[in-house]
């Protein structure tokens, strides 16, 4: 069974991918999925706006600069890993552009959407 302070900060993190996902869709991007989950690794939310589809990392911090340095490059590459597979399972995605953001969920403010926060290539 989860410890209480585990199970705790489960439901934050599905709040913050909630607020995050509503934020996007009032920025005009459709949600395309939650969660994905691959052997390779895990996608909060995959949104499509046009003809990009993008691959969001979701964060709850106390900044904005928290949030990102919460994702460390290996952190990064499972997420790129995830987004192949999410890619492979999905044909017609393969041709849209690809992106990759991170919403950095903040106390008591508006998210924060970093736009293409970094590059596939490894």
């Known amino acids: ?29 459709r949600t395309i999925a939650r969660r994905f989950r691959s052997p390779l690794g895990e996608i909060d939310l995959v949104m499509q706006r046009g003809r990009t589809l993008v691959f969001v990392e979701v964060k709850a911090r106390r900044t904005q600069d928290a949030a990102i340095l919460a994702i460390p490059p290996a952190a990064r590459d499972r997420l790129i890993r995830a987004a192949e597979s999410f890619v492979a399972r999905n044909p017609q995605a393969a041709q849209l552009t690809l992106r990759f953001d991170i919403v950095a969920v903040l106390p008591r403010r508006l998210p924060r959407h970093i736009v293409d926060a970094f590059a596939r290539d490894r």
Do not use: C, I, Q, W
Not at 1 to 29: C, I, Q, W
């Open 1 to 29: 069974m989860a410890r209480p302070d585990r199970r705790a900060s489960e439901r934050h993190g599905r709040f913050a991918e909630t607020v995050a996902a509503l934020y996007l869709n009032l920025k005009g991007y």
